[in-house]
């Protein structure tokens, strides 16, 4: 895990309103999902949507941390905590990155465009009566990815 206040030792970007130091337990890229009050909502601006429009919904409901790309009025959220990144994407890959790196087991991919799902769980219940393994429990972004513990 990591605290909020460390996230430009990670990543490219600016702390640019710290109230309550906060360790990050949970991700959230889609504001449907149920919020954790440790959660950390990260406002990705796509063709179609803008996570940046629900940032007022998710402060009301509870989440005092998100990585943003645009300016805020950054008043408006009293108790919010906010880091400024020129590209949220990449801060959210910065971070796995880093979560990952903290771990030394293989990390087996799965790609393409059907039958990960079913291939990840084909796989999982092939080898967990051999190997304590570790696996996502849905597709993130086409693609999947197993944690081997040996």
């Not at 402060?59 to 919010?80: C, H, Q, T």
């Not at 990155?97 to 990840?120: D, E, L, W």
């Amino acid at each position: 895990m990591i605290l909020f206040s460390t996230l430009s030792s990670v990543a490219k970007g600016t702390l640019v309103q710290l109230k309550e130091d906060r360790e990050i337990k949970s991700i959230l890229t889609d504001s449907r999902k149920a919020a954790q009050p440790d959660s950390c909502f990260v406002a990705i601006s796509g063709a179609r949507h803008d996570g940046h429009e629900y940032i007022k919904a998710l402060y009301d409901s509870g989440v005092r941390m998100f990585i943003v790309e645009k300016e805020l009025n950054w008043k408006s959220f009293p108790d919010g905590n906010f880091f400024l990144s020129s590209s949220s994407l990449q801060t959210l890959q910065d971070l796995a990155a880093h979560h990952r790196s903290q771990f030394n087991y293989p990390v087996v991919g799965i790609t393409g465009s059907n039958g990960k799902t079913i291939v990840k769980e084909w796989i999982y219940q092939l080898l967990a009566p051999l190997y304590s393994i570790v696996k996502i429990p849905a597709v993130i972004i086409r693609s999947l990815a197993f944690h081997f513990l040996f």
